[in-house]
């Protein structure tokens, strides 16, 4: 079993409510363990819903500062904070790149997180393949960065980005790590996902959903309820 004692987290998320959807139960172990956890949004902003009034930067922010105080997390930045969100493939790579590994305050070279969860390639979504792209480049290896060098690297999965991607033709989200969820951690889990009433989206990022895909992923185990990952890179000291 892995020991994840007084580990330090980082989630990379394209947007806030990502860290929730695809890492819920990662946070809430390495809490309990003593460790620490720091969330980097990779963009933010206000936009217009199918169907509804436009969501403003502000009102999103705040739904995020709440999860954040609800879980306790140790640090967070919001890379792109704009009156209309940021498309991240059209922000220049090196950008991204500079503040993933050192320009935000809980960038890698400030932070030097001993864990480092970012977002699948299998996802239909740009900001979310792109943001794969970006962080592998910050998290590669080279040797003015090795004491730096996060011992883990995994990626997560979103609800509705598993089974379709514009990658599906080369394979799929293939889970090599799973943590458990009991059915208090998963309620826990969907009250979080609450708290973004303007992320909700009734029969595709709900509590059903969330539910269904932490059952099936139970399900693979042996269990009740868990969420999946993919790890990337494991260094054993």
């Known amino acids: 079993m892995l020991n994840f004692k007084n580990e330090r987290l980082l989630i990379i998320a394209p947007h806030a409510d990502d860290e929730i959807l695809g890492c ?3 946070i809430d172990f390495i809490k309990k363990n003593g460790g620490k956890v720091y969330v980097q949004v990779m963009t933010l902003g206000g936009y217009s819903k199918l169907g509804a009034k436009k969501i403003t930067k502000e009102k999103w922010k705040a739904e995020f500062l709440k999860v954040c105080n609800f879980l ?6 919001i890379g792109y904070f704009n009156d209309e969100i940021q498309h991240l493939d059209l922000i220049p790579k090196h950008e991204l790149l500079e503040l993933i590994e050192s320009k935000s305050k809980v960038s890698i070279s400030k932070i030097k997180p001993t864990i480092v969860a970012i977002p699948t390639i299998f996802s239909t979504h740009q900001d979310h393949t792109h943001t794969y792209s970006v962080a592998m480049s910050a998290l590669r290896e080279q040797p003015q960065k090795i004491k730096i060098l996060p011992k883990i690297v995994l990626s997560y999965e979103s609800p509705e980005y598993h089974y379709w991607s514009e990658y599906s033709e080369f394979g799929r989200f293939s889970p090599n790590y799973y943590q458990e969820l009991s059915k208090v951690l998963l309620k826990k889990k969907i009250k979080c996902l609450n708290f973004y009433q303007t992320q ?21 185990i042996g269990g009740y309820f868990a969420e999946s990952y993919h790890i990337h890179r494991m260094i054993n000291k």
């Open 24 to 26: 819920f139960g990662l």
């Open 72 to 77: 306790k997390i140790d640090g967070y930045d």
């Open 200 to 220: 909700i989206r009734q029969g595709h990022r709900d509590g059903t959903q969330i539910t269904n895909l932490a059952s099936t992923r139970g399900n693979e």
